[in-house]
């Protein structure tokens, strides 16, 4: 998966996890909450991901002269 693909799929599962949370907190679901808590870190460690594979394919094209 490409860094921009991960980078999108992250903010999407953050997105989604934070409609949950907020649908959970008002009809008082904690169960609801607590998956779109879940949802919402799955999130940001996908968008981590991305700008970890960006920082790699940066500082291999540093090191092989290919900016």
């Known amino acids: 998966m490409s860094s921009t693909t991960d980078k999108i799929k992250g903010r999407a599962n953050e997105a989604a996890g934070n409609v949950k ?3 959970g907190k008002v009809t008082g679901n904690d169960r609801l909450v607590a998956e779109g ?10 968008k981590t ?6 920082g790699a394919k940066n500082l291999a094209d540093k090191i092989t002269g290919k900016n």
């Open 21 to 23: 949370q907020g649908l």
């Open 37 to 46: 808590k879940a949802q919402e870190l799955k999130g940001e460690a996908q």
């Open 49 to 54: 991901v991305g700008d970890v594979k960006d």
